[in-house]
């Protein structure tokens, strides 16, 4: 027998709860019976079905089971009637500081830098803040899963791949260990620099900088072949931490923006032999050659920010994705890791490209499912397919559009409150202006 529930796509139609702050939100309960989503526009990021017009999704367990045109019978399931409206995997910010940061102006809100410079053994999702008021305002803009790093010092730490909803750290973690983050150190003076007195000081502090990058994971190297030649060797924590990139399991984030970084980065992976992502990328056109020859994925670093150089294009920024799309390099884009108030505008971002060439289908693939597959977590985000985890949401539109909203959401199968402190703050001047008589409705 089937539960059937109706989608409400008006403009008036509540979005559900009271609203409230982050810490009055309560996380997702797990999924306890199978649930159709039906006649919606399934939007599933493969290259195999694309966009299904009046499809169904179907999810159980938190996989999802059937996707596909028209509806499936299914006993016991609630249904949901999604007529109009259409069905998106849930966005992936590829760098951010979600739960790591909430008042820049209040220190003891702000836990992505670890004290010293060359820190390893530091795990994002370990100081990961479940009642952060930033998380949900993410999440109600289609941000199911991010990327955290640690910021601050030549190595903070290790990056993590978190889910947007959960009670604890632990239970938001998706992949707590996604690879080691490098800052990479300046190999050129800046522009308006005179080369005569910068240039030389510049390229000799960045090389000793890599020269001691290169010591940390020749240390680890040598450590690990000690430790198999002697299991009574004691642990160290700093240089166990370099198992999982040494191994190739994950990759090193670099942030490098300009030509000189960018190559010099490129280079140094090969010579140490590790996988490299580079985050920010601002020249990365300039690299296109040596990006693709060594298959080295770049996470854009924003779309809505000025050219660097007075000789660009006001449009280069916009354009840089779709260059690198059309010299075949992987590539994601994604926000600023520092702003985390402005992890809700990835979608955004993407939009604002496509006007300057990139197609549409293309933006909407570079903030899921291509950032999932930089990240190390496409098995299970970033695309809508049997076996992979029901994390998704449900809209009344395009979500590149600011007027379109988002009804539902799903993370691994859980409905998640799409309330937060913007919300409730809505609800709070409506109800004021309701009383003054300013808006219909009365007391």
């Not at 800046?190 to 960045?206: E, I, L, N």
Request: charged residues 20%; proline residues 5%.
């Amino acid at each position: 027998m089937k539960t059937r529930t109706i989608l409400g796509l008006c403009a008036g139609v509540a979005l559900g709860g009271s609203a409230a702050a982050q810490d009055l939100v309560h996380s997702g309960a797990p999924q306890t019976a199978p649930i159709l989503i039906e006649n919606a526009t399934i939007h599933t990021v493969t290259d195999d079905r694309g966009t299904i017009a009046d499809g169904h999704l179907l999810f159980e367990g938190g996989l999802i089971t059937s996707v596909g045109p028209g509806s499936v019978e299914t006993r016991g399931a609630i249904v949901i009637d999604a007529r109009g409206a259409h069905v998106y995997p849930g966005f992936v910010l590829a760098t951010s500081r979600l739960g790591l940061t909430e008042v820049s102006a209040v220190d003891m809100t702000l836990d992505y830098n670890e004290a010293g410079s060359v820190t390893p053994e530091v795990m994002a999702s370990v100081a990961i803040n479940p009642d952060s008021t930033l998380i949900p305002v993410a999440r109600r803009n289609g941000v199911l899963t991010a990327l955290v790093m640690p910021q601050g010092g030549r190595m903070p730490g290790r990056a993590s791949v978190i889910r947007l909803d959960g009670w604890t750290n632990e239970s938001m973690a998706l992949l707590p260990d996604a690879g080691l983050v490098i800052s990479w150190p300046s190999v050129e003076f800046g522009d308006g620099a005179d080369p005569s007195h910068v240039a030389a000081k510049d390229r000799s502090s960045g090389q000793e900088s890599i020269a001691e990058l290169d010591a940390w994971f020749d240390a680890a190297r040598a450590y690990f072949a000690a430790r198999e030649a002697d299991a009574t060797l004691g642990t160290d924590l700093r240089l166990e931490a370099f198992a999982s990139t040494l191994s190739g399991a994950t990759p090193v984030f670099v942030q490098a923006n300009g030509q000189a970084a960018i190559t010099s980065a490129v280079h140094w992976a090969q010579r140490q032999d590790v996988r490299l992502v580079i985050v920010g990328g601002r020249d990365a056109a300039l690299c296109l050659d040596l990006l693709r020859r060594h298959d080295v994925p770049v996470a854009v670093t924003r779309a809505h920010r000025l050219p660097h150089r007075r000789d660009l294009s006001f449009a280069s920024t916009y354009e840089l994705p779709g260059v690198l799309e059309a010299a075949g390099v992987r590539w994601c884009l994604t926000t600023s890791a520092g702003d985390a108030s402005g992890a809700r505008n990835l979608p955004y971002e993407a939009a604002a490209c496509v006007p300057f060439g990139l197609d549409p289908e293309v933006a909407l693939r570079s903030v899921t499912r291509s950032a999932a597959e930089v990240l190390g977590v496409a098995d299970r985000v970033g695309s809508l397919a049997v076996g992979k985890v029901a994390t998704f949401f449900v809209a009344d539109g395009d979500p590149f559009e600011f007027a379109t909203v988002i009804r539902r959401a799903y993370i691994d199968g859980r409905a998640v409150e799409l309330t937060d402190k913007q919300t409730a703050l809505d609800e709070k001047y409506r109800a004021k202006y309701r009383q003054m008589g300013l808006l219909p409705g009365g007391n």
